[in-house]
């Protein structure tokens, strides 16, 4: 018992899993100490939900280990099924039945008693904040309101480790913020939970060690300051608002540093990596002023994961292709020197 209790409540080694011709993992690592969250970070078809359905013995990998709570995937699946809790990308709710009726057919499904389920599907209510609407039909619920209440099914076993594949995907701010609480607080109950995501605040906001994988295979991990230290320095952005002035005003950045700015074509603001802080930025705004370039919004802040995120893929949302860019063909070099 002593030695399940110090190993790692999630481990992968070297998972791979090919469709056809498209391999989805090619030898992921994955480690999750018990108590902590584990945030999968990476861009639509990195491989994320493959790594979760193979956890969940929802699929088989072609090569590989995983173990959950200490129990292999491969060998002891059921053991597996009876220690972990899968909320998936959509909220897999009855629209019909009542959020007290959709948890009480969850717990039936896992063998409790009539009396045994309508105790646990309360204590879920309440403890995820649905008493008040517990006995309307789902499909009247808010997404906020329809996500946590599938994360209720999902620990209705008190499962040890909980998977959250993309769990506030389609969500508005206000829902995302509910479950983001409700994550922490699983958390602080000693739960351990593998966060997979495509939104970067919510990496930040929620997981103790985060993963980046891109094209099935790991290509950074470690906590957010760490991975935020890979990039270093601080970052000076600020806007300009006269679109035919930005490329002058790109080349007079480009010349502060051995950094090329990039520019966000949606917003018209340019961020450039300094090594030298407050420095580069009295000697931008100096020679923006020279040139009368009018900007706003000028900042200096540290790096962030987004920052981190376009210099491992060169894109810096990973819900989508490229829409930020280097401006190095607008001053006359390569994207990055």
């Not at 906001?205 to 270093?232: C, F, N």
């Not at 961020?271 to 420095?279: C, N, S, Y």
């Amino acid at each position: 018992m002593t030695e399940r209790r110090n190993q790692p409540a999630i481990r992968a080694e070297g998972l791979t899993k090919r469709f056809g011709d498209r391999q989805a993992l090619a030898g992921v690592d994955l480690e999750a100490a018990p108590g902590t969250v584990l945030g999968v970070l990476g861009p639509n078809g990195a491989g994320k939900t493959t790594a979760v359905r193979v956890l969940s013995t929802l699929l088989r990998p072609d090569s590989g280990d995983a173990w959950v709570a200490g129990h292999d995937v491969r060998r002891d699946p059921e053991s597996v099924r009876k220690n972990l809790g899968l909320s998936g990308q959509y909220a897999a709710v009855d629209d019909k039945l009542t959020g007290r009726e959709n948890l009480c057919l969850v717990a039936r499904l896992y063998g409790m008693g009539r009396h045994a389920a309508r105790r646990r599907a309360g204590q879920l209510l309440e403890s995820f904040d649905l008493q008040g609407a517990a006995d309307r039909p789902s499909g009247s619920y808010s997404g906020g309101m329809r996500r946590r209440l599938d994360l209720a099914g999902a620990l209705v076993a008190r499962p040890s480790v909980v998977v959250l594949d993309e769990p506030t995907t389609g969500l508005d701010p206000r829902g995302r913020a509910d479950t983001w609480r409700s994550i922490q607080d699983l958390v602080a109950g000693g739960t351990t939970v593998l966060l997979t995501t495509q939104y970067l605040e919510e990496a930040d906001q929620l997981a103790d060690t985060i993963v980046v994988i891109e094209h099935g295979r790991v290509i950074a991990r470690g906590s957010a300051l760490e991975l935020k230290a890979l990039v270093g320095g601080e970052r000076l952005s600020l806007n300009v608002p006269d679109p035919h002035l930005r490329t002058t005003a790109a080349q007079i950045l480009d010349a502060l540093g051995r950094h090329t700015p990039v520019l966000d074509q949606r917003t018209g603001r340019l961020t450039v990596a300094t090594d030298f802080g407050a420095h580069t930025l009295e000697d931008a705004l100096g020679r923006l002023r020279l040139s009368e370039i009018p900007v706003s919004d000028v900042e200096l802040a540290p790096p962030t994961l987004d920052d981190v995120f376009m210099a491992l893929t060169g894109h810096s949302d990973p819900t989508r292709g490229p829409a930020d860019e280097p401006v190095g063909a607008a001053v006359g070099g390569e994207g990055s020197r």
